[in-house]
């Protein structure tokens, strides 16, 4: 496996040197928790204006008064998205766009890990559904906002299992043979492919946004128990405990992506640690599958059609 590469700081990265990020409005999906929460909670200490999403409004609204009462001036706002119904990207989506207000930072966060087999509302599978398609039909929907803000940027967060991937293109649904961790390496493997074609077809068009993607490596958060159960959610805990660094140190690659100047389209941030489970943000090589231009293109052709959207009509409406 190739080794991470550093990114020029004199010292570890911590949140303390993330930029100020006044003027910018953000959206983060999945902020009721985890590092979703943390990343809502750190760009709106810095100054910027914060959307965080939840499906569930209640966790959500627990959320933002957590926010609040730790920073009362922070200019952070709650939207339920549901991310497992594309109608409901949709009209999130088309709400923003009727606002009209350009769009800073979209980052990728929000997914779910692992669960027992299940099916979205438009009877994609759950993993593959959540983690990939919906973000890129929120990605491609906002795209006239993204290119309407100086410096805008795409964070797509992915994980060190996406290494484990491939993409089922003839059992997506899981119908033939479904395993909860293969499924959710292939969504974080789709992840990567969207990330690296994204940043393909913004460059060809010449659209000033970039797209960059991030995994926290293994960090402690409720992602890998709240969805798993019996032996599963044993084990998870187990490694939770002694094997994972925490949430705060795991945040720092997505925030080192969405806010530092020294980053470029492309660029995969991950931990340099060991096996790439702890450390401090670093430029990562992905899986080489996952650089293949054809590979990206099928995937990409494929969510199109699921999606039923497109790069070139979703840019019809870009100043």
């Known amino acids: 496996m190739a080794t991470a590469e550093g990114i020029g700081e004199d010292r570890p990265w911590t949140v303390s040197a993330m930029p100020n990020q006044t003027g910018r409005f953000c959206i983060v999906t999945g902020a009721n928790s985890g590092l979703g929460f943390l990343t809502a909670r750190e760009l709106a200490r810095k100054g910027a204006r914060v959307m965080m999403t939840a499906r569930d409004e209640g966790r959500g609204h627990m959320a933002l008064a957590r926010i609040r009462a730790e920073l009362p001036d922070a200019a ?22 009727a606002g009209g207000h350009p769009l800073d930072l979209l980052i990728n966060n929000a997914g779910v890990m692992m669960p027992p087999r299940g099916l979205t509302r438009q009877g994609h599978e759950t993993q593959f559904g959540v983690n990939h398609l919906a973000h890129f039909a929120l990605t491609l929907r906002l795209l006239p906002l993204l290119s309407g803000a100086p410096g805008a940027r795409v964070v797509t967060v992915s994980s060190e299992l ?140 494929l969510s199109e059609t699921l999606t039923g959207l497109t790069f070139p009509s979703s840019a019809e409406r870009m100043p």
């Open 162 to 301: 996406h290494r484990r991937g491939r993409i089922r293109f003839d059992d997506l649904t899981g119908e033939k043979g479904y395993g909860r961790l293969a499924f959710y390496a292939q969504s974080k493997l789709a992840n990567v492919l969207f990330g690296l074609e994204l940043d393909r077809r913004l460059k060809a068009a010449r659209l000033p946004v970039m797209s960059l993607l991030a995994h926290p490596g293994y960090s402690d958060t409720n992602l890998q128990t709240s969805a798993t159960s019996g032996l599963l959610r044993v084990f998870m805990r187990i490694g939770n405990r002694y094997l994972a660094q925490n949430a705060e140190r795991g945040v720092l690659n997505q925030l080192y992506a969405a806010t530092v100047d020294n980053v470029a389209g492309g660029d995969f941030i991950g931990p340099d640690g060991f096996r790439e489970m702890r450390g401090s943000p670093a430029r990562v090589h992905p899986l080489p599958a996952a650089t293949d231009p054809a590979l990206a293109a099928r995937l990409w052709h």
């Open 76 to 97: 952070v706002e709650l939207r339920r998205l549901d991310l497992a119904d594309l109608d409901d990207v949709a009209a999130f989506a088309g709400t923003l766009l």
